[in-house]
């Protein structure tokens, strides 16, 4: 999905002009994509000057880095090493179970693929 790197964009519009479905806007003067609207067509990577709107593979440091910080805040409601041990693997299982779902997903989106791309 696409994001906006806002220190990089100048609020030239053109994003907002382009997009075919009119997820992109301005706000503040620098562009907002609005991921319920966004179809993830790509057009706004391949027209913004400045290279402002990113693909979010970029991003996959730093959501590692938040789940991490995240399951660390958590963490801090369990007095006991055996109680930490615990929520760690309950951590464990909640994050593999949503690589598993990402993994079946996109299975079935090849499975689409092939009806539509020969």
Known sequence: MPWVKQED?????????????????????????????????????DICPQEAVRHDSERIPLEVEEN???????????????????FLERMRRHFNKEKVVAEKTIEKIQILKGQYVQ
Do not use: N, W
């Not at 009119?22 to 003067?29: F, R």
């Not at 991490?68 to 615990?86: N, P, Q, S, V, W």
């Open 9 to 45: 964009c100048t609020g030239c519009g053109l994003c907002v002009e382009e997009c075919p479905v009119g997820a992109i806007c301005l706000q503040d003067e620098k562009a907002h994509i609005d991921m319920d609207s966004c179809i993830r067509c790509g057009h706004c990577h």
């Open 68 to 86: 991490l910080a995240y399951t660390a805040r958590l963490m801090k409601h369990f007095e006991t090493d055996e109680g930490k041990g615990e």
